[in-house]
């Protein structure tokens, strides 16, 4: 059964970088099938793609954030993540990694437990 | 980019009856991209249907999609107790701001 986990710093300090890391159990990451990325949500409202992330290296950013983030891959470690740079309160939000479907379909299948991120001094 | 818009925010049903839930894009959405997602309090979103009426691995088939271009439907037929959530559509890039489902 594929897992996701992600891990990283609950507490954000405002102007500062958010980093995150997604660890893939029970599958490989470099599977030629799947794209991986990252969906995030501030308390109380909806969701928001922030990007996506193949195991070549080649990544999709939510235009809206594109100056602000990179996704990367580690398939040495079954691993991707994510930074965020410059947050503010705005960015206070759980952060999901999930794995994409995007080939013949688009859909996210295989969700992480999520993680609150808390932007504040 | 493409707006999704669900509709309505909060729809108030009761165990039992049938519950029509409603996506409409800003421009037309191929339907091999549109997917619906289930999201409960303190859970990860979890997948229903993809390909706008293709049934995810383990989904009861109460649930069903349909729709094209740009107008999309979630379909619960009758509504177990379990299934008040909120409910997102998703097209590659932008997710509907989501309904929330919730007895009445």
């Known amino acids: 059964q594929l897992q996701l986990q992600e891990s990283g710093p609950g507490l954000v300090k405002p102007s500062e970088t958010l980093s995150l890391t997604c660890t893939v159990s029970g599958g490989s990451i470099s599977s030629n099938s799947y794209y991986w990325g990252w969906i995030r949500q501030p308390p109380g409202k909806g969701l928001e793609l922030i990007g996506s992330?193949?195991?070549?290296?080649?990544?999709y950013y939510n235009p809206s954030l594109k100056s602000r983030v990179t996704i990367a891959v580690d398939t040495s470690k079954n691993q991707f993540s994510l930074k965020l740079s410059s947050v503010t309160a705005a960015d206070t939000a759980v952060y999901y990694c999930?794995?994409?479907?995007?080939?013949?379909?688009?859909?996210?299948?295989?969700w992480g437990q999520g993680t609150l991120v808390t932007v504040s001094s | 980019e493409i707006v999704l818009t669900q509709s309505p925010g909060t729809l108030s049903l009761s165990p039992g009856e049938r519950a029509t839930l409603s996506c409409r894009a800003s421009q037309s959405v191929s339907s091999s991209y549109l997917a619906w997602y289930q999201q409960k309090p303190g859970q990860a979103p979890r997948l229903l249907i993809y390909?706008?009426?293709r049934r995810a691995t383990g989904i009861p088939d109460r649930f069903s999609g349909s729709g094209s271009g740009t107008d999309f439907t979630l379909t619960i037929r009758r509504l177990e107790p379990e299934d008040f959530a909120v409910y997102y559509c998703q097209q590659p890039g932008t997710f509907g701001q989501g309904t929330k489902l919730e007895i009445k």
């Open positions: 992330i193949y195991y070549t290296g080649s990544t």
């Open positions: 390909g706008a009426s």
């Open positions: 999930a794995r994409l479907v995007s080939s013949d379909w688009y859909y996210f299948d295989y």
